[in-house]
C-alpha cells in the first residue's frame, strides 16, 4: 500500500494564481483531513471529510474550498494565493474518528 | 476550553539517557490522546495512543507514555535515546465538544535533539 500520497512536493505560486493540491490514499479510509503547518504554530486544520461527498471546514478555512467525489480522492484547491497561504500542506486520513491519522509527505507552498 | 500545552519548546538529552517530552491537556470528558513524530521534511508519523485501559501505553521505536488523570498529563518517554530519536514531536487530544469530535487538537511540537 502507498498509503496517503500528495503531490505535488514543492510548488512557487504567484499572487492571485489558483492551484490545487492533490491528495490520495488507498487504505480505504473514511476520514480525510488538510492541515497546514507554519514555523512554530503546530498543525492547522483547514477542512475535512467523513466520506464521499461530505466536507466541513476547520479551524482556518478561508482561501481555500475542498471536494470529496471519491474515497480515496480529497484535493484542496487555493484559488486566489496570497503570501499568507505559503506554508506546508499535509493530508491525512483515518478509519474513524478516534483512530490514528495517516499523514502524506506533504506539500510545501511558496507564494510570491 | 480544549486544548493542549506542549511547555517545552527544545529537549536535548544525551545518546543513552532517558528522555522524556512533556505534555498537558484540558478537555472535558474521557480524553483521546496521541503522541506524533516528524523527522526533517517529512510527514507526521503515528507513534502512540491512549483510549483506555492501562495508563502506560507502549508504542513504536521504544517510546512509551504515562496517562496521568490528575494531573491531566500525557507524557513520551524513552528509557535509552537514540541520535536517530532526534525530531519533532508533537501531542494531540481529541476535541470532545459536540459537534467537533472528529477533530484532533493539537500541541505546537517540541523538537527533541540527542547528542552523541
Known amino acids: 500500500n502507498a498509503g496517503v500520497t500528495q503531490t505535488p512536493k514543492f510548488r512557487i505560486l504567484k499572487i492571485g494564481q489558483s492551484m490545487t493540491l492533490q491528495c490520495t490514499q488507498d487504505m480505504n479510509h473514511n476520514y480525510m483531513y488538510w492541515y497546514r503547518q507554519d514555523p512554530g504554530m503546530g498543525l492547522k486544520l483547514i477542512y475535512y471529510s467523513v466520506g464521499a461527498g461530505i466536507t466541513d471546514k476547520g479551524e482556518v478555512p478561508n482561501g481555500y474550498n475542498v471536494s470529496r467525489s471519491t474515497t480515496e480522492d480529497f484535493p484542496l484547491r487555493l484559488e486566489l494565493a496570497a503570501p499568507s497561504q505559503t506554508s506546508v500542506y499535509f493530508c491525512a486520513s483515518s478509519l474513524a474518528d478516534q483512530e490514528t491519522q495517516y499523514f502524506g509527505p506533504g506539500t510545501r507552498l511558496l507564494v510570491l | ?116
Not at chain 2, 519548546?9 to 522524556?20: K, R, S
Not at chain 2, 521504544?62 to 508533537?90: C, M, R
Request: proline share 5%; charged share 15%; glycine share 8%.
Open chain 2, 1 to 116: 476550553a480544549q486544548s493542549v500545552a506542549q511547555p517545552e519548546d527544545q529537549v536535548n538529552v544525551a545518546e543513552g539517557n532517558p528522555l522524556t517530552v512533556k505534555c498537558t491537556y484540558s478537555v472535558s470528558g474521557n480524553p483521546y490522546l496521541f503522541w506524533y513524530v516528524q523527522y526533517p521534511n517529512r510527514g507526521l508519523q503515528f507513534l502512540l495512543k491512549y483510549i483506555t485501559g492501562d495508563n502506560l501505553v507502549k508504542g513504536s521505536y521504544g517510546f512509551e507514555a504515562e496517562f496521568n488523570k490528575s494531573q491531566t498529563s500525557f507524557h513520551l518517554k524513552k528509557p535509552s535515546a537514540l541520535v536517530s530519536d532526534s525530531a519533532l514531536y508533537f501531542c494531540a487530544v481529541r476535541d470532545m465538544r459536540a459537534g467537533n469530535n472528529r477533530k484532533l487538537i493539537w500541541g505546537l511540537g517540541t523538537s527533541l535533539g540527542v547528542n552523541p
